[in-house]
Structure formats: C-alpha cells, structure tokens
Nanobody
C-alpha cells in the first residue's frame, strides 16, 4: 500500500522560509513524477512544483518560480519543497502527490494517483 507523509508546515512571517518534506513508501520502483500542490480556502488547487525522478527534471508554477525549489533525496523516497521569500499569498494547505500515469494530462492538471494528507503553511504580513 502506497503511503505519502508530509511534514514541515507551520507559520512564518513574510520573507521567511520553510521546507516541506514528503516521505513515500509502498512503491516497487522509484521512477515517477512527484509534485507539490496547494489549495487556499475558496481557491482552486494549484500546481506548485514537479520533479521527474529518472533525471531530476523540474517544473514550477508561475507564482513560485525563483522562490521555491523541489528536490529529492538520493534514495528517491523523500522529496522536498524549499520555500524562500514567502508571501502572505503563499498561505495554503500544501499536498504532495506521486505517480502521474501516462494519459492523465500535464502535471499541473493534478491527475496523480497518490496524495498526502496535507500540511498547513501560513505566512503573516
């Protein structure tokens, strides 16, 4: 059974930094898309960042480019979202997601198979 467990959320002032982690277990292979999404109250879910594990290629949502960095550990079982220069508009519930089957659209469409439970990030001005 696949399990994704997030950690690292919290409260920070504008301009601060946080690092989120997502640990995955239950996959038989390590080759897949891994991503972070977020959803603020009253807003649609938004793709934040994605990494493709075979070669580490990354993609970012426009609102976080240059501020957030997605990365993965050498064992490819834990991935991270380093968030710098945080803004109040970054306040949201953040979710990690894994495994984007072929045919499920672009990563930002959110067609991932497995999701974490979410971790809250709150940025105060």
């Amino acid at each position: 059974q696949v399990r994704l467990v997030e950690s690292g959320g919290g409260s920070v002032q504008s301009g601060g930094s946080l690092r989120l982690s997502c640990a995955v277990s239950g996959y038989s292979s390590t080759s897949r898309f891994l991503a972070w999404f977020r959803q603020a109250p009253g807003k649609e879910r938004e793709g934040v960042a994605c990494i493709y594990t075979p070669w580490g290629g990354t993609h970012y949502g426009d609102s976080v480019k240059g501020r957030f960095t997605i990365s993965i550990d050498s064992g490819k079982t834990t991935w991270y979202l380093q968030m710098n220069s945080l803004k109040p508009e970054d306040t949201a519930m953040y979710y990690c997601a894994a495994d984007l089957p072929l045919g499920n659209g672009d990563w930002e469409d959110g067609g991932f198979t497995d999701w974490g439970q979410g971790t809250q990030v709150t940025v105060s001005s």
